[in-house]
């Protein structure tokens, strides 16, 4: 890469804006990511207070395996690579079942 390839004064305008409008299209998609992600977890913390009540364990591999073979198929009809998406889900579930184990901890 140039030295100049960050330089804005070096780009085309139109590029320029082009570059702008997308990256502002960026930032709202990042803004709904975190606040989706934000409701997902409020929903899964009162799960996890549920089954702490109820002595359930704090992960459902079943119910996993649903959800991903969904989300594989939702992410192909929508052209996202299905790998992506399934790695994506299982990250975000690693971190839910450690907030459950936090619940189930505190609850003992
Ligand atoms: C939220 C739950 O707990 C865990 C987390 C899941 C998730 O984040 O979607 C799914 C299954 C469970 O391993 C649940 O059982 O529904």
């Known amino acids: 890469m140039s030295d100049t390839a960050n330089d804005s004064s070096a780009i085309d305008p139109a590029v320029r ?11 709202n998609i990042d803004a709904a ?20 009540e109820h002595q359930l364990p704090p992960a459902d591999p079943a119910r996993e395996a649903r959800q991903i073979a969904r989300l594989r198929e939702l992410a192909e009809s929508a052209r996202l690579d299905p790998a ?7 990250f975000i579930i ?6 459950h184990e936090t619940i189930a901890d505190g609850a003992r």
């Open 17 to 27: 804006a082009e570059l702008t409008r997308l990256r502002e299209s960026i930032d």
């Open 94 to 99: 690693a971190e839910v079942i450690r907030h």
């Open 33 to 52: 990511v975190v606040h989706m992600l934000a409701e997902r977890f409020k929903c899964t913390q009162q799960v996890g207070v549920l089954k702490a």
């Open 84 to 90: 992506f998406a399934e790695k994506l889900l299982n």
